[in-house]
């Protein structure tokens, strides 16, 4: 292993010019973790891909544009650095990618659910900034900004040639300054322009939790529940929302995690936690590596909750932990699914902090369902499949973000603009009626 950083000290005597300390140091470590990787690397790697001869050649060409780039205040060591960093991890996939240490910064904010900037969830599709989906109550949302959306343009500047973390950072900034977008709307070829406010967003895990009005659901106690996104206090306050409805005498569930892009695994795994069983096996994931194999059950203690019948809503902004658990209550037979397949974002990423306070952030594995439906690429899809169209959804979610909306105003939503719910209603009314009808004499749903 020692003559490897021996071998790149004769590479950088051999250059036209001294190679100068950042570099060295650099070289010389990735030097040494080039070598301790060549040993564990199988024996029939290709002889020309070891990590000696091609960071030779990238410290080469750090040196070459050092020495003779036309524009010097472009060639510090960090700026190159940093820059073959960012192309090294987008290169592998949308979802890997290099962090500064704002950047980093951002993310920890963003499990705590709280950051600055328009509430728009994005990932790179189709080589395209493309929405998720726009979180409720944030100035996307009530723009009218929907899952699917691709970002053409922000500010003016194209963003073809755009990676994910600088779309984000120009998403992000000031509260109060404005970012124009233009977003082009595959399901009509729509092209628009939106000019949104920078705001503090605070993402509310749980909302609008209370049961349906009796005119929907009939002589039947059917409760609902929204959940935006999985952060660190999601599952303590679902448990809360469920604890309320069980005391109004909720007989059955709708969990809405329609335009829900995920957030934390363990937030998603306590989540399923609330509707099953100890020691569930609700997700697993699957690396190169032994020690991304990892299986993740449900905890051993929890609130003792009966079995009513649940339906989950799902579209295709469901993403992440929104597909976890939606994965995890199909195939367990927990829950009825309606609505549309899900997004298909079901990787495991690793972020690991560097020395600067920097970070990268990469793939590292898989998420299974419990049946072992891989959800990456493919999505979950519905037991019930409900379509909706733009013009339906773009009603609903901007009556639920409008400012002036009433609860009691809900029931002729959903009647008009939101057929997912009624289905959900549907067959959940179905299936107590089924079970009234089955129940032994003596028994009966609790009404």
């Not at 750090?62 to 205040?73: A, F, T, W």
């Not at 339906?311 to 929104?322: C, E, M, P, R, V």
């Not at 952030?361 to 169209?389: C, D, E, H, L, W």
């Amino acid at each position: 292993m020692s003559d490897c950083p021996v071998g790149l000290l004769i590479l950088a005597r051999n250059m036209k010019r001294p190679i100068a300390a950042p570099l060295l140091a650099c070289l010389l470590v990735f030097g040494a973790l080039s070598c301790v990787r060549a040993q564990d690397e199988p024996a029939t790697k290709n002889e020309g891909d070891n990590g000696y001869s091609q960071i030779s050649i990238f410290a080469k060409a750090i040196q070459l544009i050092r020495q003779d780039y036309v524009d010097g205040n472009k060639t510090s060591y960090h700026d190159l650095i940093t820059a073959a960093l960012k192309g090294m991890l987008s290169s592998l996939d949308p979802h890997s990618q290099f962090m500064d240490p704002g950047d980093f910064r951002d993310m920890q904010d963003d499990t705590r659910s709280r950051f600055n900037g328009l509430g728009i969830e994005v990932w790179m599709k189709n080589g395209l900034p493309t929405v998720v989906t726009a979180m409720e109550d944030t100035p996307a949302a009530k723009a009218g900004i929907l899952s699917g959306d691709q970002i053409l343009k922000i500010n003016g500047t194209s963003t073809e040639r755009m990676d994910l973390q600088d779309a984000i950072n120009i998403l992000r900034g000031p509260a109060g300054r404005s970012v124009t977008l233009t977003l082009l709307r595959p399901s009509t070829k729509e092209i628009k322009d939106y000019t949104l406010e920078r705001t503090e967003i605070k993402v509310q895990s749980v909302k609008g939790a209370r049961l349906l009005d009796a005119e929907l659901t009939g002589p039947f106690q059917i409760a609902y529940i929204r959940l935006i996104q999985f952060n660190e206090p999601t599952a303590e306050e679902l448990s809360k929302a469920l604890d309320e409805l069980q005391k109004q005498g909720m007989q059955a569930l709708i969990l809405d995690l329609r335009n829900n892009p995920g957030g934390l695994l363990n937030s998603a795994v306590d989540v399923c936690a609330q509707f099953l069983p100890p020691n569930t096996k609700v997700v697993s994931t699957q690396g190169r590596v032994a020690s991304q194999q990892h299986d993740y059950s449900t905890s051993g203690a929890r609130k003792e909750r009966p079995p009513f019948p649940m339906a989950l809503l799902i579209n295709g902004g469901s993403a992440s932990g929104a597909e976890i658990v939606s994965g995890a209550l199909k195939d367990l037979h927990r829950a009825i699914l309606v609505g549309e397949t899900t997004f298909g974002k079901g990787s495991v990423q690793n972020v690991m902090q560097l020395p600067d306070g920097s970070a990268v952030r990469f793939t590292t594995a898989k998420y299974y369902t419990p049946s072992r439906q891989i959800i990456q690429g493919n999505g979950v899809t519905p037991n019930i499949r409900v379509p909706m169209t733009a013009e339906q959804e773009r009603t609903l979610f901007s009556l639920r973000n409008a400012d002036n909306a009433k609860p009691d105003e809900e029931k002729d939503i959903i009647k008009a603009k939101d057929p997912q719910t009624l289905r959900a209603i549907d067959a959940l009314k179905g299936v107590m009626i089924y079970a009234q009808q089955n129940a032994p004499k003596g028994e009966a749903v609790k009404k």
